[in-house]
């Protein structure tokens, strides 16, 4: 390649950057006065989103199964001056999702942008899971985020606009042992995602699909545990703490944030698991394989065998202990430090037009 036509590359190489950052800067997106859904926003990650997001003047909306837990985060969020519709909500119902998006449109006017963040996990082998725990988790992780979608598609399509994020999960990149009901479940949900995201670009809807790595939210105290469930819990809660491996909740919620602003079509947060999708994608047979040796590390079958015990039920002196005080002090951060139990009904009223 002779000097001009290493100019001519070179200006065209500048030019589709240029271009590229014109493109992006039209997509970029202000989240002041925007009404936003965050689904399962009232701990963990979802409620730190909420909190991000509340500091940039979006309007929230945000639900929970947990009465308790929505009243909590309800009060935490009007304190610091959000304006917040909150509510218990069952989403793996698609009647209560229509309800939800309903009451959100007519209460705000519009639905600008749906965070389908609710979800739920189980952790235990092979032989311990049943075909109900495939139903649950593809209920939990896959079809609330179904549900929200179509129900928010009808809005966003009148106004051409709107922003979905789907917080799928590296198990739905890359499948983990003893995770196999939650991995399968995300990985339903990043195809739709993706798929999501090809559909709907002509009516101006864009779509983000989420694949976080390992993250410091306190999850693991509300995560369901089966087999040996107390060791199970352990080198979960252990893992979850680890500063190497893991992304804090509030480092993870702006990236969420930042690649729905820009409109990003898919992210991984956490180096580690940028590498684990390439090499997976590169290698999956002998990502596989690895990940075979890793089981053999992992607890057998025993204990509770089938039975379902949440992480608060299946405490040890290995957590929690000093390895897990990170997640430890995460859940008591965002709003996970309770005893959860089922609860329905419709969102409330921002605290601030609440009737006494």
Not at 314 to 326: I, Q
Request: aromatic share 6%; net charge positive; hydrophobic share 40%.
């Amino acid at each position: 390649m002779n000097r001009s036509d290493q100019a001519v590359a070179l200006a065209a190489g500048v030019g589709a950057g240029l271009a590229w950052r014109a493109y992006r800067a039209r997509r970029d997106f202000d989240f002041r006065n925007k009404v936003v859904l965050v689904t399962g926003g009232t701990r963990g990650l979802g409620l730190v989103m909420a909190r991000q997001l509340a500091a940039e003047g979006a309007w929230l909306a945000v639900c929970a199964r947990d009465g308790e837990e929505v009243a909590r985060a309800r009060a935490e969020l009007s304190a610091r001056g959000a304006r917040v519709l909150a509510g218990t909500c069952d989403l793996t119902d698609p009647r209560e999702a229509r309800e939800l998006v309903d009451t959100v449109e007519a209460f705000y006017g519009k639905l600008d942008v749906l965070i389908n963040n609710a979800g739920t996990i189980t952790v235990g082998p092979i032989d311990t899971m049943t075909l109900g725990d495939f139903q649950s988790e593809m209920a939990s992780n896959f079809y609330t985020a179904v549900h929200t979608t179509l129900a928010a598609l009808p809005g966003m399509r009148r106004r051409g606009a709107g922003r979905i994020v789907n917080i799928t999960s590296i198990g739905g990149k890359v499948s983990v042992p003893h995770l196999i009901p939650y991995c399968a479940s995300k990985f339903a949900l990043v195809g739709f995602s993706e798929g999501l995201r090809s559909e709907l670009a002509r009516h101006g809807i864009v779509v983000t699909t989420v694949c976080p790595g390992l993250m410091r939210t306190g999850s693991p105290r509300n995560a369901f545990f089966k087999g040996q469930h107390r060791r199970e819990y352990a080198w979960f809660a252990i893992g979850d703490s680890l500063p190497l491996v893991t992304v804090s909740a509030g480092r993870a919620a702006r990236k969420v944030i930042e690649a729905c602003r820009r409109g990003d079509g898919e992210i991984v947060i956490g180096g580690p698991y940028k590498l684990a999708t390439v090499m997976h994608d590169l290698f999956p047979g002998l990502t596989a394989d690895v990940a075979g040796v890793v089981n053999r590390l992992l607890p057998r079958p025993g204990g509770v065998g089938t039975r379902r015990m949440r992480g608060f039920q299946s405490e040890s002196a290995a957590a929690p202990s000093f390895a897990t005080a990170l997640s430890e002090s995460a859940a008591r951060e965002n709003n996970g430090i309770f005893q959860p139990a089922a609860a329905g009904g419709r969102p409330a009223p921002p605290a601030e037009h609440q009737r006494s």
